[in-house]
Structure formats: structure tokens, C-alpha cells
């Protein structure tokens, strides 16, 4: 790289310790053994400064969704800081590369997602969401629907209005002050949460009907909307009964209270589908993006804006929002060349044909008979599975976290990256990975958890 010297390993651990506030850490303990340091990518492999050599279980954060090292998003960055490298849109400007994604994404979208708003990630997207809800009633006369409705143990971003809706309470002990007017119900989270003999179908329905005992609770003439990630991504991999959304659905639309799906992860065909809900079958107003609109090559966030809500906005007048990098033009233009991957190139379609069901055939395959993996989750290229202490009946670790971060890094120490969130193991890889790479994913996977056992 041109713009690093070369060093040891040891010179970089010591200088990132120095020098370095990594997010979500503590650095006491992660200073004393030294960070791993990733120095190369390509496809789904990763290097370390060791030359080690890794499998990328987790497309970063959940985010590269092309894989590694694409020259086709590179050529599009260069092209693009060459031609016009920045240009806001704030003061009666626009510009190619903006105009062109957001005509694209109103293609790639379900019908009535006509308006799309930028942000640089997706924290700064639900940021955004927030006020999109509260312009949309206000237009409509009805300032009072102020409260949102989200859910313990979702997650939404790391902003103040990010953590604020979602529902981390390690989170929110850190945060000065929380964003008034957001109430959390329960999650859908069957196996870790419903009493013995509760079917999961009863307990999709039970936690639905949370909602609408919150909304009776406020008063529906004080609610704005419900915010959900269509299945839980960073609080464990959780996909809700499928009685759940149905029954979402019907209440938002009984009381008319917006219904806010966070794409962040499920977005740009993680499930198979373009969008995560299309897989439950429910229908949002409005859409968070982040992550995959750019597969991670440079930060990009957005909002997808169904009619029903933007021609209202736009019709009230001013919307006083935006960032200085709001529909950046080499964002913009990497997300079109992102895009093109995806859809031309047929990687989406790849996942809900060929590589998503060969996925998770082999995961059940490979771990339904282990000790204790109790259940697996997903579809697509998106995996969760629950670690337990006894399988029948269920019976989940007393000391959960511990054993998740145990499997976690005999994964590390295997050169396979696999995330633990609890007593959880995630895997989402990059949606370009072939049936060889699959392969030994899920037989890395399985040898880390047979060393867990
Ligand atoms: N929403 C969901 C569902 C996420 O998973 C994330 C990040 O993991 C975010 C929002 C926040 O996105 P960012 O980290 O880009 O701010």
C-alpha cells in the first residue's frame, strides 16, 4: 500500500495500542494482547500481517457484499473523484451520479419506493428515519404522533438516535440522555424467550400483540411508527415466527402507524431477496439502507421513502436535514457499480437459486446433530445459531456469553471469521462466495463448534 510503511506485526500492535480507540472494545484487555491486523482482501479471504490466510464467515460487518477487491467499484471510485469528486445537492445543485442511483433504486425497490434521502451510514439513516416520521405527520396535522415503537434487543446504530431506538441496554447506561418518545416492546425471540410448551406460531402472535397493547396503552393518536429489522441481525441472527409479521402488519395498518423495516443487513439480497421483508412478506413505508448499497467499499447510507410519505413531506415545504456528504458522488457511484454486480451479474439471484439453499442445507447438515447447537436460523446467506446446554428440553447455557466467546475464538484462532453474540454464532458471508468456499465455511464452522462442545 502506498500510503503505509511497512512494519512488523508486533510495530503495528504497538502503535495501534497508542494511538488507537477501536469501536465497541475494551482497550485495556485489547491493548495488552494486540489487535490481529488485516492488511489484504480478496473475495472472501482476508490476510493478516502474519500472512495468515481467513475465511471471511461475516463480509466484515455484514456489509461486502461483492466480495473483496472488485476492480469494477474501484474504477468507478477513481473515474468518479477524477470527473467530480464532491458536489452537495443542498443549494439548488445535483449532480449525475446521485440523480442515477436514486432512478435505480426506485426500480430495485417494491412499487410506491419513488424518493431516497443520503446519509453516510446506517445510524445516520435511522437518524434521518426519525425525522422523515415526524415531517410526515406533521404534514399531515398531526404533530402529536410523536412516539416510536421499537424492540429490546434490536439494533439500529451507534448515534444517539441510532442506539436511542435500538434496544441494547448496554448502550444506553453509556448515553448522556436518550431521544425522547421511543418505547421498546419485546423480541420475537422464540427459543430464548418462550415459556416451555409455547409454540413457536403462539409465541409470534403474543409478541405482535405487544404492539398493539403499547399502541392502546399511548393512545394511537400519539403514535408515529414501529421500527423493526425484518429479522434481528447484530442481537443474535433471530428470525420471528412467521405468524410475527403478519400480525406487525395488521396492526400498523389498523391503527395507522408507520411501519419502518431497518434494512441495513437484509438489504441487497442477503436473504435472497433484494430486501429482507420481501422474504417475510410485509410492506413498509418506509426503508433503511446502508452496508450493501455500497458492499462496504466506501460509506454510503440511505432512506427509501414510499409515496404515501414523501409526496406529503415534499408537499409541507422545507426539510431541514442533510450532511455536508449527503448523496456523495463517489459513494453514489460506487453503489452504481455495486448495483450492477448484483443485479446484471446475477449475484442475487444466485443466492436465492443456488448458493443460499446449498448454504443452509449444509449448515443443518453439518451442525443439526451437534450437542449444543439447539436451533438454526436463516436463509439466504444468513445464519444464527443457538448454542445450548441440553437440546430436548431446551436448555440454554447459564453462562451463554462466555461460551460464545469461547467458540469464537477457537474460530479466530482457526483463521475463520465467525461472530458470537451471546450465546448466538453468526455467519453472513460475502453473497459472491462459491460452493468450494461454502464449503469450507461450514466445515470450519462445525470443527470450531465440535471444539466448543
Ligand atoms: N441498523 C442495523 C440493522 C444494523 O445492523 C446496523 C449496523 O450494524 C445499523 C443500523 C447501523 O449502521 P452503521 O453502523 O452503518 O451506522
Known amino acids: 500500500n502506498m500510503q503505509t510503511t511497512q512494519r512488523t506485526t508486533q510495530e503495528w500492535q504497538q502503535l495501534d495500542a497508542a494511538h488507537h480507540m477501536h469501536p465497541f472494545s475494551d482497550m485495556g484487555s485489547l491493548n495488552k494482547a494486540g489487535s490481529r491486523v488485516i492488511t489484504r482482501a480478496k473475495g472472501v479471504y482476508l490476510w493478516d ?24 467499484l474501484a474504477d468507478a471510485a477513481r473515474d468518479q473523484m477524477l470527473e467530480l469528486p464532491y458536489y452537495n445537492t443542498f443549494f439548488k445543485t445535483t449532480h449525475p451520479p446521485v440523480i442515477e442511483l436514486s432512478q435505480q433504486l426506485s426500480e430495485l425497490t417494491p412499487d410506491g419506493f419513488n424518493h431516497f434521502f443520503y446519509c453516510n ?32 434487543n434490536g439494533y439500529h446504530g451507534s448515534t444517539i438516535a441510532g442506539a436511542s431506538l435500538g434496544g441494547m441496554g448496554y448502550m444506553h447506561e453509556q448515553m448522556p440522555s436518550k431521544v425522547e418518545n421511543i418505547v421498546h416492546i419485546h423480541q420475537p425471540y422464540w427459543y430464548g424467550e418462550a415459556a416451555e410448551g409455547v409454540t413457536p406460531e403462539a409465541f409470534g402472535k403474543a409478541r405482535a400483540a405487544e404492539l398493539e397493547a403499547k399502541i392502546l396503552e399511548l393512545g394511537a393518536d400519539n403514535v408515529a411508527a ?24 395488521r396492526i400498523c395498518d389498523k391503527y395507522g402507524i408507520l411501519l419502518v423495516a431497518d434494512e441495513v443487513i437484509g438489504g441487497f439480497g442477503r436473504t435472497g431477496e433484494w430486501f429482507a421483508h420481501q422474504h417475510f412478506g410485509f410492506k413498509p413505508d418506509i426503508m433503511t439502507l446502508a452496508k450493501g448499497l455500497t458492499s462496504g467499499y466506501v460509506p454510503m447510507g440511505a432512506v427509501a421513502i414510499h409515496d404515501k410519505v414523501a409526496l406529503p413531506i415534499i408537499e409541507a415545504g422545507d426539510f431541514n ?30 443466492v436465492k437459486n443456488e448458493t443460499g439453499p446449498y448454504f443452509q442445507k449444509s449448515l443443518r447438515e453439518a451442525l443439526s446433530s451437534s450437542p449444543i447447537i439447539g436451533e438454526i436460523h436463516g436463509t439466504g446467506l444468513v445464519a444464527g445459531m443457538q448454542l445450548c446446554e441440553e437440546k430436548n428440553p431446551r436448555k440454554r447455557f447459564a453462562n ?37 468456499e461454502i464449503d469450507e465455511l461450514v466445515d470450519k464452522a462445525a470443527r470450531c463448534i465440535a471444539l466448543t462442545a
Open 400 to 436: 451463554g456469553g462466555d461460551v460464545g466467546l469461547i467458540c469464537r475464538d477457537h474460530c479466530f484462532g482457526n483463521n475463520l471469521i465467525m461472530r458470537a453474540t451471546g450465546d448466538r454464532m453468526l455467519l453472513s458471508p460475502p453473497l459472491v462466495i462459491s460452493r468450494t
Open 121 to 152: 451510514s446506517g445510524s445516520e439513516g435511522n437518524d434521518t428515519v426519525l425525522r422523515i416520521v415526524h415531517q410526515y405527520w406533521a404534514a399531515l396535522g398531526k404533530p402529536q404522533r410523536k412516539v416510536v415503537i421499537s424492540r429490546i
Open 321 to 350: 436535514h442533510g450532511m455536508t456528504y449527503s448523496g456523495h458522488p463517489v459513494a453514489a457511484a460506487v453503489a452504481l457499480a455495486n448495483i450492477a454486480i448484483l443485479r446484471d451479474g446475477g449475484v442475487v439471484d444466485q
Open 226 to 249: 414501529f421500527i423493526g429489522e425484518p429479522f434481528q441481525g447484530a442481537g443474535g441472527v433471530i428470525f420471528p415466527p412467521e405468524s410475527y409479521w403478519p400480525e406487525i402488519q
Open 49 to 72: 500481517s502474519n500472512g495468515n490466510k481467513i475465511i471471511d464467515g461475516m463480509a466484515g460487518l455484514w456489509c461486502v457484499n461483492v466480495g473483496y477487491g472488485r476492480q469494477e
